[in-house]
Antibody, heavy 123, light 105 residues
Framework: QVQLVESGGGLVKPGGSLRLSCAAS????????MSWIRQAPGKGLEWVSY????????SYADSVKGRFTISRDNAKNSLSLQMNSLRAEDTAVYYC????????????????WGQGTPVTVSS | SYELTQPPSVSVSPGQTASITCSGD??????ASWYQQKPGQSPVLVIY???KRPSGIPERFSGSNSGNTATLTISGTQAMDEADYYC????????FGGGTKLTVL
């Protein structure tokens, strides 16, 4: 069965860095786009970033552009999110999600989600 | 940037039909998806490509999308359906609605 397991979250000071990881299993990882989606405490869902099958296409929300970097290792079935210059407003639970994306058709939906890893940015 | 607007809350009596709307400019020309999130849990996809239900999602969940509005309909609403619901679409990038809290009372 499909499993997505995030790790790497924690407490970090403003301006600091953190690297999140997502271990995928139960499906052919390289056949899917992957995304990071976050949810601030008591707030709604916010898409953060996606990466295409082999990593040739990347996209970021304006709120994280220039600070976050998404990457994937298809040989290891893993997804990563390098987060730099962290701000208080980046505090959230970060979810890894399998992205059934067909950008040319304007289609993207998330059929499997991990359990999330919490990130707290505070001094 | 593209925006999706949902009502903050919807209430329904058990056994009745709940409708949750999602509005966006020309949304009917895009694909809409819907997610259910219960407290402390990860979101679950309940509708994709406007009307399709993933395996394991009860038939009482249905979706439609036309004009500027996508609608999630829950027929014969049960207490277990009480949750937050989010719509989502693609417009150059992924967009989520602000979420609707469904109360079954």
């Amino acid at each position: 069965q499909v499993q997505l397991v995030e790790s790497g979250g924690g407490l970090v000071k403003p301006g600091g860095s953190l690297r999140l990881s997502c271990a995928a299993s139960g499906f052919t990882f390289s056949d899917y786009y992957m995304s990071w989606i976050r949810q601030a405490p008591g707030k709604g869902l916010e898409w953060v970033s996606y990466i295409s099958f082999r990593g040739s296409s990347l996209s970021y929300a304006d709120s994280v552009k220039g600070r976050f970097t998404i990457s994937r290792d298809n040989a290891k079935n893993s997804l990563s999110l390098q987060m730099n210059s962290l701000r208080a407003e980046d505090t959230a639970v970060y979810y890894c999600a399998r992205d059934f994306a067909i950008p040319a058709a304007g289609e993207s939906h998330f059929d499997y989600w991990g359990q999330g890893t919490p990130v707290t940015v505070s001094s | 940037s593209y925006e999706l607007t949902q009502p903050p809350s919807v209430s329904v009596s058990p056994g009745q039909t709940a409708s949750i709307t999602c509005s966006g400019d020309n949304l009917g020309h895009k694909y809409a998806s819907w997610y259910q999130q219960k407290p402390g849990q990860s979101p679950v996809l309940v509708i994709y490509q406007d009307t399709k239900r993933p395996s394991g999602i009860p038939e009482r969940f249905s979706g439609s999308n036309s004009g500027n509005t996508a609608t999630l309909t829950i027929s014969g609403t049960q207490a277990m359906d009480e949750a937050d619901y989010y719509c989502q679409a693609w417009d150059s990038s992924v967009v989520f609605g602000g979420g609707t809290k469904l109360t079954v009372l």
